[in-house]
């Protein structure tokens, strides 16, 4: 019973309150991807673009424009935090992967292998060492100065960027062909599968370690417990996917909510347990390709569109505080951010390059 209420009263406050309370204006074409960091305290978006941009939210919960990252000479696809938030990973779509400080917004490095485009970027837990997946089906990991630690061959899927790592580095969770994901235990050598019957576009890992919530080319999302052998456990249906990734996410208190992007220009949020829509979230004019909740705050989600924009939805406050340089106002209150002369900064990347 105690189980059941604590899934209910999140339930009742995300129903009755979640609003749309800022769009953020600063890409000039479709955004793709976006992360909060592990703190809470900041947002980076990934473009089609070719930039990437990192939002700060400040002590009323709103984002301002921080950075914007230049140097990518093609399209970023993903963004990835450091376990500690001082740094941010851009990866070009099979280009090369940027490290950025960020605090300053200064590029740190560049990796890159000869002859191969990478796809994907993501941390080692003890924040000293990069993975990527490559498009020769590998997946390589780097020491933070550039050279190659290990690499793994033909270990997943050319169509499917994601990859996943536990917090104690052990298990790495990659594609290993368009309907299967690889669970490899990099000390016992162990190989589990999840086997699905339809094309995997994506995938996210829960906080826990636990779960694998995997996205399908036949719009739907499963959930796997992956503690011991895999078990689907769940199921998620009315979203709507045809032609592009789109990517969904855990959120809310005890990560009670299931979120994802659709085609429909919609966030859609299910409850977890029950597997019910419990909201449809509308404002975007263009297909949403990710959404990210806010691991420190239950109460807000961010979504990424076709539409250029970034729309963060959350509870309304009662008042909110107006900002200068860089945000206003419409009639409906709702914040605007990141225009072209906003108040963030363009930083070109130089760093040193690594083959």
């Known amino acids: 019973m105690m189980t059941h209420c604590m899934h209910i009263l999140p339930l009742v406050l995300l129903k009755q309150k979640v609003k749309l309370l800022q769009v953020l204006c600063a890409h000039r074409d479709e955004v793709w991807f976006l992360q909060f960091s592990n703190n809470g305290k900041y947002l980076a978006s990934a473009s089609n673009d070719k930039t990437a941009v990192i939002w700060k939210v400040d002590e009323d919960g709103e984002l301002l424009l921080k ?24 990866c070009g779509m099979e280009e090369v992967i940027r ?12 990796y890159e292998k000869s002859g191969v485009g990478l796809l994907s970027c993501g941390w080692f837990p003890d924040g000293k060492q990069i993975l990527s997946g490559l498009n020769d089906q ?32 052990k298990l790495i969770i990659s594609t290993s062909r368009d ?32 779960f694998l919530l995997v996205n399908l080319i036949n719009e739907q999302i499963h959930l796997w417990n992956i503690r011991t052998d895999p078990i689907r456990v769940k199921r998620y249906t009315g979203h709507k996917r045809s032609r592009f990734v789109i990517r969904s996410c855990f959120g809310g208190s005890e990560q009670a909510f299931i979120a994802s992007g659709s085609e429909d ?21 263009g297909a949403v390709n ?51 002369n906003g108040n963030g900064f363009v930083h070109q990347c130089n760093g040193s390059r690594s083959k």
């Not at 390589?140 to 996943?164: I, V, Y």
């Not at 220009?265 to 004019?285: C, N, P």
């Open 67 to 90: 950075h914007t990252l230049t140097g990518h000479e093609k399209p970023v696809m993903m963004v990835a935090w450091s376990p500690d938030d001082c740094q941010l990973l851009t």
């Open 99 to 110: 490290r950025w400080d960020v605090e300053s917004g200064e590029c740190i490095h560049v």
């Open 138 to 169: 590998s997946l390589c990991l780097w020491d933070l100065d550039g050279k190659q630690a290990d690499c793994w061959e033909g270990q997943r899927s050319t169509k499917t960027s994601d990859f996943a790592v536990s917090k104690d580095g």
């Open 179 to 210: 309907s299967a994901i690889l669970l490899f235990n990099r000390d016992t050598k162990q190989e589990r599968l999840i086997e699905e019957e339809h094309t995997v576009t994506s995938f996210s890992l829960s906080e826990d370690g636990d």
């Open 265 to 285: 220009a919609k966030v859609y949020i299910w409850h977890r347990a029950s597997g019910d829509v419990i909201e449809t979230l509308s404002g975007h004019s």
């Open 290 to 340: 990710c959404v990210s909740w806010n691991p420190t705050n239950p109460h807000m989600l961010a979504s990424a569109s076709d539409d250029h924009t970034i729309r963060i939805w959350g509870l309304k406050k009662a008042t909110v505080k107006r900002r200068d340089a860089g945000s206003s106002s419409g009639s409906n209150g709702i914040h605007m951010n990141g225009s072209a």
